[in-house]
């Protein structure tokens, strides 16, 4: 979700601590998580090749 990324990188940008242990850096890190979830597993794949005879 591009939303939840946009919010992550802008408490990124804002100066927001990676490695802190501050509320910002969990929303940081439940945003990105929550962005993979709702993408699901097949995200970022590349459609499969149909071979037909």
Do not use: Y
Not at 29 to 45: I, Q, V, Y
Request: proline share 6%.
């Amino acid at each position: 979700m591009p939303f939840l990324r946009d919010l992550a990188s802008a408490l990124e940008s804002a100066g927001v601590n990676a490695s802190g242990s501050s509320s910002a850096r969990h929303l940081m890190d439940d945003a990105r998580k929550a962005a993979r979830d709702l993408e699901g597993p097949d995200s970022g794949r590349r459609p499969g090749r149909v071979v037909g005879f």
